[in-house]
């Protein structure tokens, strides 16, 4: 800026005129402006903790892309007189996924006939006139029938009151789950 002991010569512009410039001192180019934007990109990623379950996933990405590139070759597939060429790795991955969807119906088709099963058989108890109580116990009954075992667990809060817990086979049943 303008030093005020230098007189009416020292203005902004004259000042403008005397500043040395450096060689190479221009605007930015094309190159420049994209290197600082992927810089500015990369900066902003954050990778995952690098733990065994982080590596697992990975040894399974590479073995999932070592797996489709190796099996890209097409196949022909007759479906009921119409055929659909493909490569083989997509028709693994749409073969797995059928089979991944029909057991998950599977077991909630198996899951919904348990639960109405053991409503109706708790319902008729009570239409029977039995209490609550009693209901429950038609109700553990038909659950030890199934196979489920049932464990006492003290309540918390050192009542004297003890609920049962089903435990599924030979888990490890030190540790007492919440009841939904």
Request: with cysteine; charged share 30%.
């Amino acid at each position: 800026m303008a030093n005020e002991d230098a007189g009416p010569e020292a203005t902004p512009a004259a000042e403008e005129k005397r500043r040395p410039r450096a060689a190479g001192a221009r605007k930015p180019g094309a190159v420049a402006r994209a290197i600082e934007r992927c810089r500015a990109w990369t900066e902003r990623i954050s990778l995952p903790p690098a733990d065994w379950r982080t590596f697992g996933w990975g040894l399974l990405v590479l073995i999932l892309l070592a797996f489709i590139i190796r099996n890209w070759a097409p196949v022909r597939i007759n479906l009921f007189g119409w055929y659909v060429d493909a490569p083989r790795a997509i028709v693994f991955v749409i073969i797995f996924l059928l089979g991944m969807l029909t057991a998950w119906l599977l077991e909630v088709r198996g899951r919904k006939a348990a639960e109405s099963e053991a409503e109706a058989e708790t319902a008729a108890a009570a239409d029977a006139g039995e209490t609550a109580e009693e209901a429950e116990a038609v109700e553990a009954e038909a659950m030890e029938a199934e196979g489920v075992e049932f464990e006492e667990v003290e309540l918390a809060g050192g009542d004297d009151d003890l609920a049962a817990e089903p435990t599924f086979g030979d888990e490890d049943t030190s540790v007492p789950r919440a009841r939904s």
